[in-house]
């Protein structure tokens, strides 16, 4: 019995796994969302958006901090509250007592990029953030009658309305499952009389059994990943709709204010009338539905500052008098714009309404343009079913019928605008689709070739679906045909006949759900031709036995389906069900699907009985690998172009260890200013340090013992201690075992990784395997004319499998030039292990994934994140270099430092990554421009077009120049290219240029400022990207013109000249004028005296004896004096 019990003991896993397995699986995190003046109160809708400045207040009394009391400190409105749940009795107890064993939840955010890539930044964002523990509800008399929870701020983002929250532990304390949310920005709120309430309509009663029992199913039709706002119709006979801004986590039922239903006409026959919506369909700020035939959109208010593009207080009615029949959604955006299709009925059919969403504000245009489809296709009668828009070929793919006598037929056709806002158009026929369905008999396809067996059973084709990623399109109904190049469709032969899809659903990473009529519920892996039936089947009726065993509520026996729908978390089922008391809930889970696969192989798995003096049992395995490995993976994010932040909760000094109020205001201040940072990082002088945080810290590095050393000592203010460090940027994220969700190649980039393959275990019966046949790659390119792919393959003898090689390559071909992040060209890889497709499965501690399939989003282009700068440190150095000099202005700036006009200009660039971090120098063609200029920073002006001709383009001839370069350049579209290697700009400042003869201010020489322009467009070839900068350059010491010089000069020498002739003349005729002068005094003097005196002559003969007497004894006595005072001096 021992060896048994050892050999039983080795079969089991290792006690951590279960442990930790069911651990996991018992405590799940939760998360809300809170105002500051709610913290710990219930959840709260997501519609502030502006920030706060109460924070502001905190931060001007921290001084002896490494903030700027300077500065301006604002706050975001909301905060996140984390907590986890636990079964028991007491579930507050399993919070305090992970807090106390060590337990911090990190919460990362991701934002999604904005569609507008014209308006906002083009940017993919992630911030990393620790909860700050908090006890709720104010104070308490003792802490176990408090509620502990974590709170880090809920950022916000510029042009991202969808935000995907992920809390995952520290690893210490209770082990908690990874747990991910949606976190969106509502903007169809508003506070009215302090409550808040929808502005699309009023908030109905809650549902009940007659919203969702004996009803179908419908699409959640939605932009993928873009929308915030999700809403659902089909309310029986009411004008109702679900509304969620949490993918239907919760949600809420409204009666929408539109104005009126239109009846039937003969011009628009309409087969019933009802007050329900019947189509909806959501963008990232409006939403769009339809009533019988009438359509109205209505738009949120988000980001609306401005008020350019305000929302709308009232749902807004389009194509007025025209006859909808239906909506069709354009689920990809793109060209920094959303679609949607309204497809024509009645007298207009033929006809469809194109519909174009840009930052809320919707314009319709009808297509074709002139005549009908029927018109144009000369048929006497035709029934447009669906259209399917194809953005980066701006091509229309159509579902038509056509009448033939008693029967119709069905055509695949493409439409295109050839000239923008012309007339000019085209119709072409793809494909013709066969009016039967093709006989496959024991085949899983059928490729239709005109050769091919058909039933008698109609070809009822209902609408289309394209992956404009895999270039995958589907034309489905009571079939599924499929094709890769629109013209060549193969026959999925497993789908029945009997059923009829309704609608599709696709993850746009090659998996694909539909929905029946009958409310079957089928799955397709793209690049494979096999279909699974999910519900109802034997793995469904599987699953559904193990969760009533375990008394599970997600499934019930009476539940009905609302909707099925992919969002980022995968594949998603809305059920009505209804418990054993008839209470219902309407509630959103994930549909396993790797779950259902795994119990259905069970059915498919064969076995082996060998009988003989060892009887042995041996199961096969369908999958055609033992074990499938990713290797050599890259850092990740230089392909993702993701961004990561972090910031920790500020470190407190109370000895409980929990935050405060006022240190929950700091750590929003901190979040907000770093990404306030993030958004205005955006200088075009090259800052020394690559880094948006850098300015931050940077003064206050020095000092960073002191504030340690006087939190340490319990001396900070507030208790609260800011670590430097704790906020900034990270470049190197570690490679993970998995392959990203997208990569982005730039011109000639190289994406490569391993794959590892084990083949199944060799028994005895079968001593080779021949590997080589057994385990094979196959990689499939959508554009293989853009992107190369090589797969290198090595045998591992000693490892019984195979390690293939996959690298990918941008062809260098397929792009011209865009701004980072612009109308990057989709595409995509699909790498499968043939033979593997639904058969092939890796349990991990969140379930069975599917392996050896693959599908890799691709955008070529201009990857986002990378930008131009001007580098004037190597400017300045290698200026000093050349010119053997440097003269900088009277009054330096350091931000925009001075250049002397007769010096050679040498101006250097910097290409700088904000994802990775590097920055290095721009050694590619381009082109300089001075577009602007101005004596002063006040007065700079914008030339027009043709002035920056005249003063840029070395062809003019009216002698307007501003600057040349003598060597090294060539000429194109009239203008230098440049290099890095140049020569040097000379400075020349022609006649008829601004910068000529500038009038000097006080008395230093003349400067300018010049608005300079450099971009790469069309002479640089070495990369995908259009960079361009516009930076201020200030040069001083212009020389003045000749005629100004030659005043000046004459102006000059004319006061110099007189002072010196003044000079000269006083110095000769001084004397002179002083002995007249004293003479003239004298006589008047005389002849004063003489009128004062007139009748005494003795007087006045004795007078001036006395006079005279007693002026020469004074001028004795002074020379007296006078002789004195010198010998007193030599002496």
């Excluded at 793109?334 to 006809?351: D, Q």
Aim: aromatic share 14%.
């Amino acid at each position: 019995m021992a060896p048994l019990s050892v050999l039983l003991l080795l079969l089991l896993p290792p006690l951590p796994i279960l442990l930790r397995a069911e651990m996991e699986d018992r405590c799940k995190w939760k998360v809300a969302l809170n105002s500051y003046e709610r913290l710990g109160y219930e959840t709260e809708h997501f519609f502030e958006q502006l920030p706060i400045s109460s924070v502001d207040q905190y931060f001007k009394k921290l001084v002896n901090s490494p903030t700027d009391i300077s500065e301006m400190y604002l706050g975001f409105p909301y905060y996140m509250k984390i907590n986890y749940t636990c079964p028991g009795e007491n579930p507050e107890a399993f919070v305090r007592g992970g807090f106390l064993k060590g337990l911090v939840p990190i919460v990362v955010v991701t934002f999604s990029a904005p569609v507008n890539f014209r308006k906002w930044k083009a940017e993919r964002l992630q911030i990393e953030m620790e909860g700050a523990p908090f006890l709720s509800h104010g104070s308490c008399l003792a802490e176990e009658g408090c509620i502990l929870n974590w709170f880090t701020p809920m950022p916000i983002k510029n042009g991202s309305l969808v935000m995907e929250i992920e809390i995952k532990s520290n690893r210490l304390g209770e082990l908690i499952r990874n747990a991910r949310f949606m976190m969106n920005i509502n903007g169809f709120l508003k506070r009215e009389k302090g409550k808040l309430v929808f502005t699309l309509g009023t908030e109905a009663r809650g549902i009940t059994h007659r919203d969702f029992i004996n009803t179908e199913s419908k699409p959640v039709w939605a932009t993928m990943g873009q929308a915030p706002v999700l809403i659902l119709g089909g309310i029986p006979d009411e004008k109702m709709i679900l509304i969620t801004d949490s993918g239907f986590e919760d949600f809420a039922l409204v009666e929408l204010n539109i104005d009126s239903c239109w009846l039937g006409s003969l011009q628009c026959p309409q087969e019933q009338f009802t007050a329900s919506i019947f189509d909806a369909v959501s963008t990232e700020s409006t939403l769009f539905i339809r009533q019988n035939q009438l359509i109205y959109y209505f738009t949120g208010d988000y980001f609306n500052k401005d008020q350019k593009a305000p929302g709308t207080s009232n749902w807004v009615r389009v194509l007025h008098n025209r006859c909808i029949k239906k909506l069709c959604p354009v689920e990809i955006h793109s060209n920094g714009s959303e679609y949607v299709m309204a497809l024509s009925g009645g007298h207009e059919e033929g006809f469809f309404y194109f519909g174009t969403i840009t930052d809320g504000k919707v314009n319709f245009k009808r297509m074709p343009i002139m005549r009908s489809l029927c018109d144009i296709l000369k048929a006497s009668a035709c029934w447009l079913h669906w259209v399917v828009y194809q953005g980066e070929e701006q091509t229309f793919f159509l579902l038509m019928e056509f009448a033939q006598g008693n029967k119709t037929s069905f055509q695949l056709l493409a439409y295109r605008v050839l000239v923008k806002d012309s007339y000019l158009d085209s119709v072409t026929m793809l494909f013709q689709i066969p009016p039967f369905i093709p006989l496959g008999k024991d085949t899983d396809f059928v490729m239709l070739m005109g050769m091919e067996t058909y039933t008698d059973y109609p070809l009822v084709p209902k609408g289309l679906f394209h992956n404009p990623f895999t270039k995958l399109l589907f034309i489905w109904g009571n079939a599924i045909l499929q094709s890769y190049d629109y013209k060549n469709f193969i026959y999925l032969a497993e789908f029945p006949k009997q059923s009829v899809i309704k609608y599709m659903t696709s993850s746009y990473r090659g998996e694909v759900a539909c929905v029946t009529e009958t409310e079957e519920i089928w799955f397709i892996v793209e690049g494979s031709v096999k279909m699974y039936k999910l519900y109802p089947s034997e793995g469904w009726n599987t699953l559904f036995a193990l969760s009533q065993m375990e008394a599970s509520s997600l499934y019930l026996r009476n539940e009905t389906s609302v909707s099925v729908f992919y969002d980022s978390m995968g594949l998603q089922q809305l059920v009505y069900q209804v418990n054993d008391q008839g209470e219902g809930r309407l509630l959103k889970r994930l549909l396993p699907v790797n779950q259902i696969l795994v119990y259905q192989q069970l059915r498919l798995t064969t076995y082996e009985l060998t009988e003989g003096l060892k009887s042995t049992l041996s199961f096969t395995n369908p999958c055609p690998f033992q074990r499938m490995q990713l290797e050599d993976l890259p850092l990740p994010q230089k392909y993702t172009r993701m961004e990561y932040y972090h910031a920790d909760a500020p470190i407190i000094s109370a000895k409980s260890g929990y935050h405060t109020k006022v240190s929950l205001a700091v750590y929003q201040g901190l979040v907000y200013h770093l990404l306030w940072l993030h958004s205005k990082y955006n200088k075009p002088y090259a800052d020394p340090v690559h880094d948006p945080t850098w300015r931050w810290w940077k003064d206050d590095k020095q000092h960073k013992a002191f504030y340690y050393y006087q939190a340490s000592n319990f001396q900070s203010l507030f208790g609260v201690y800011i670590n430097m460090n704790s906020y900034g940027k990270e470049y190197s994220k570690g490679a993970t075992y998995l392959l990203p969700e997208y990569i982005y190649l730039d011109k000639g980039t190289i994406y490569s990784f391993s794959i590892y393959l084990s083949s199944r275990l060799v028994t005895r019966r079968v001593k080779t395997i021949d590997k080589k046949k057994e385990l094979r790659l196959a990689v499939t390119l959508t554009h293989p004319g853009c992107v190369s792919v090589r797969v290198k393959e090595q045998n591992l003898m000693k490892q019984n499998g195979i390690l293939f090689k996959v690298i990918l390559k941008d062809r260098l071909v397929c792009f011209d030039q865009g701004i980072s992040g612009h109308n990057l060209m989709k595409t995509s890889v699909l790498i499968k292990v043939v033979g593997s497709a639904g058969k092939c499965f890796h349990e991990t501690p969140t379930g069975h994934l599917m392996q050896g399939n693959a599908m890799i989003p691709i955008f070529i282009g201009c990857p986002p994140g990378k930008r131009l700068a001007f580098d004037i440190t190597t400017t300045l150095a290698y200026n000093k270099l050349e010119n053997k000099r440097y003269f900088d202005c009277v009054h330096p700036d350091p931000d925009m430092p001075c250049f002397l006009f007769s010096d050679r200009f040498f101006p250097f660039f910097l290409i700088q990554d904000m994802v990775t971090g590097e920055s290095g120098s721009f050694n590619g063609s381009y082109i300089l421009k001075v577009i602007g200029g101005g004596t002063s920073l006040d007065d700079i002006t914008d030339y027009s077009e043709a002035d920056i001709y005249r003063y840029n383009s070395p062809e003019d001839n009216t002698n307007s120049l501003i600057w040349i370069v003598k060597s090294n350049s060539t000429d194109s579209q009239s203008f230098s290219i440049l290099r890095h290697n140049t020569s040097g700009i000379e400075w020349l400042c022609l006649e008829n240029s601004p910068c000529y003869d500038v009038i000097p201010r006080y008395i230093y020489s003349p400067d300018f400022y010049f608005k300079v322009m450099v971009s790469n467009r069309g002479v640089d070839k070495s990369t995908y990207c259009d960079y361009q900068v516009i930076f201020l350059l200030h040069v001083h010491g212009l020389p003045l013109s000749s005629n100004r010089a030659l005043l000046y000069l004459l102006l000059s020498m004319s006061i110099y000249l007189g002072i010196v002739f003044f000079y000269v003349l006083y110095c000769v005729i001084f004397s002179s004028l002083k002995k007249c002068w004293h003479h003239f005094k004298g006589k008047v003097d005389n002849m004063i005296n003489a009128e004062l005196f007139p009748s005494d002559t003795s007087s006045t003969i004795s007078l001036p004896s006395s006079i005279s007497y007693r002026s020469s004894s004074f001028q004795r006595y002074e020379d007296t004096a006078f002789r004195r005072s010198r010998f007193k001096k030599k002496s």
